[in-house]
Structures are given as C-alpha cells and as structure tokens.
C-alpha cells in the first residue's frame, strides 16, 4: 500500500530557503511511477510545483522553473523538494502525490494524474 507523509514546512522570511520531504512507503517495488509536489493557497486550486517519475525525470512549472529543485532520495525513500528565494505568495498547504503505473497520456503536474496523496505541510512565508 502506497503511503506518502510530508515534513519541512514551516515559516520562513522572504527570499530564504527550505527543503520539504516527504517519507514513501509502498513506491518503490514499482518500476513505474510519478511522484510530485503540489500546493494549496487559501481559496485557491491545487497548483503542481515539481514532478518526477522513476526514471528521474523531472517536471516543472514555467514559474518555478527556477527556484525549485524536486529529487527522490532511493536509500532513504524520500521525495525531496527544495526551495529557494521563496514569496509571500509561496505560502501553502504543500502536498506530495503520487501514482502507479499511470495509463494513457501522463501529465506530470496536473492534479488530477495522482491517486494517493500526503496530508500537507504548511509553509507560510513572511517579510
């Protein structure tokens, strides 16, 4: 059984950095996978931020192209997402998502590609 729990929120000033984790349990008997980052700001959508699949490809947003940097960690299994010179609009409810063996046409950083989900971790973001 797949299980994903975050960790690493937290506040931050803006212009800093952090790194979220989040723990995999059940992802790596599979040869095929996507697992991603997500986040939620308060009345807003589920936005994706960072994708990888098993292969260590990875998937980003124009907008975070350059400030984030998603990796899996095989021998701790983890998923990783740094972030740096974070915005106050990078505050958000963070949650990492993955999927199994995807059918048809994959898109790494659409919500509605990913089956199991974390709980979130929240990041806040101040001046």
């Known amino acids: 059984q797949v299980q994903l729990q975050e960790s690493g929120g937290g506040s931050v000033q803006a212009g800093g950095s952090l790194t979220l984790s989040c723990a995999l349990s059940?992802?790596?008997?599979?040869?095929?996978?996507?697992l991603s980052w997500f986040r939620q700001a308060p009345g807003k959508g589920r936005e994706g931020v960072a994708a990888i699949n098993a292969q260590g490809e990875t998937f980003y947003p124009d907008s975070m192209q350059d400030r984030v940097t998603i990796s899996e960690d095989n021998a701790e299994n983890t998923l990783n997402l740094q972030m740096n010179k974070l915005q106050l609009e990078d505050s958000a409810i963070y949650y990492c998502?993955?999927?199994?063996?995807?059918?048809?046409?994959?898109?790494?950083?659409?919500?509605?590609?990913?089956?199991?989900w974390g709980q979130g971790t929240q990041v806040t973001v101040s001046s």
């Open positions: 059940g992802v790596s008997e599979y040869d095929e996978y996507y």
């Open positions: 998502g993955a999927v199994i063996r995807p059918v048809g046409r994959v898109a790494p950083l659409e919500e509605w590609q990913y089956f199991y």
